[in-house]
């Protein structure tokens, strides 16, 4: 039986925000590695090999973000981080007021539903039309007992960047600490903690071409935290035997990752225009999010008219993959939070997608993207 014209086609991956591919020197590094089998916190030989693996990796990432070793926690995931950024500082706290978004991650989203449960106050920052929250937002809504702020550097379905320096210093000048899901920026726009401020900054391999199944949460000297996961690991502040492979990978993704960053930056902010010109060239297409303050990699456009769940049906047919926003509510019913957020009706949200371009993606896969969108707009329109 023979394949059809568009099982044939080369397929084309443009969901570099959902997960980026493990790059091959990385999986090399880690197989270098990968016979160090003993648990890095025994004291015998086999441990004493992965410990200084482990802490190799650790050492490489503080001196690649602007922190000490010490203040790397490995986690399982940047959902993780946030949760124990979250929760850590809050049960270590014991009581208080959080602010942050409507536009954060589900993970940090999760935790503030959690944190309300257990009796803290939380404020949720509005966003402007294009997902912006401003420090003056920050400012206006602290009070004299919060204990936290939590902003996201980069929004994993708009691509918006926020001013987390200035937020941070305003929360530091109120007595309160700082957390950023930086998640989407490490490894795409230059971030460094030293620079930033934050005390708090959660991190995930597999954004910069890393493993999956390894975060971070950097957490700055003298910042208490509550353990999510009890145990004497990563400083008695997350508990299970680390990974010395999966560290491994993890630091020599985010040093090629940072080396490449200029280079790449650049050539992503020509494709992503190249790739808006066609997208925003169909009628009734329009953008989500900043038109110029965004990561280089990220388009969201909101098809007017169009089924999205079609719109996006019928492109994954014709070979390309994006994505209908973030890949934690993928399978959900629910529109987009983050585009109800900047002002979407539910149907608009619906029929929005979104496409990340990463370090594979080429000018003719752009064009491609842009032939196959106009064909399955016509086709959710129809």
């Known amino acids: ?118 009796g803290f106050a939380v404020t949720r920052l509005r966003p402007d039309r294009f997902g912006l929250v401003y420090p003056e937002q920050v400012e206006e809504a602290l009070r004299p007992d919060t204990i936290l702020v939590s902003v996201m550097a980069a929004n994993n379905e708009l ?31 230059p971030f460094r903690v030293d620079e930033v401020g934050a005390d708090l900054v959660s991190l995930s391999a597999h954004k910069f071409y890393g493993p999956k199944g390894i975060g971070a949460l950097l957490v700055r000297q003298g910042v208490d935290l509550f353990p999510l996961v009890p145990g004497k690991q990563e400083g008695g502040r997350r508990g299970g035997t680390q990974s010395p492979v999966l560290a491994q990978g993890m630091a020599v993704a985010l040093e090629k990752a940072l080396r490449l960053l200029p280079e790449e930056s650049a050539r992503l902010l020509a494709l992503r225009r190249r790739l808006e010109e066609g997208l925003l060239a169909v009628e009734g297409v329009e953008l989500n999010g900043h038109p110029e303050r965004r990561l280089p990699k990220l388009v969201n456009v909101t098809v007017k008219g169009a089924d999205g769940e079609a719109l996006l049906l019928a492109m994954d047919l014709m070979g390309v993959a994006v994505s209908s926003g973030s890949a934690c509510s993928a399978g959900s019913l629910e529109p987009s939070h983050v585009l109800l957020a900047i002002g979407r009706s539910p149907r608009e949200a619906r029929a929005s997608l979104r496409f990340s371009l990463g370090r594979y993606t080429t000018e003719a896969e752009v064009d491609r993207a842009v032939e196959v969108f106009r064909e399955a707009v016509a086709r959710a329109r129809a």
């Open 1 to 118: 039986m023979g394949r059809g014209k568009e099982e044939t086609l080369a397929l084309v991956y443009l969901d570099y925000a959902a997960t980026a591919p493990l790059d091959p020197e990385v999986q090399q590094a880690m197989r270098e590695v990968e016979g160090i089998f003993g648990n890095p916190n025994s004291i015998h030989r086999f441990g004493q090999e992965a410990r200084r693996v482990l802490e190799g990796a650790r050492e490489r990432i503080a001196s690649l973000l602007g922190v000490r070793p010490r203040e790397v926690v490995f986690t399982a995931s940047g959902s993780e981080a946030d949760a124990l950024a979250l929760l850590g500082v809050a049960l270590a706290k014991g009581k208080g007021h959080v602010v942050s978004t409507d536009v954060e991650h589900s993970a940090v989203l999760g935790a503030l539903r959690l944190l309300e449960r257990l």
């Open 159 to 189: 691509g918006t960047l926020y001013p987390i320096r200035e937020m941070a210093e305003i929360a530091h000048a109120h007595g309160a600490l700082f957390h950023t899901d930086a998640v989407q920026a490490v490894g795409q726009v």
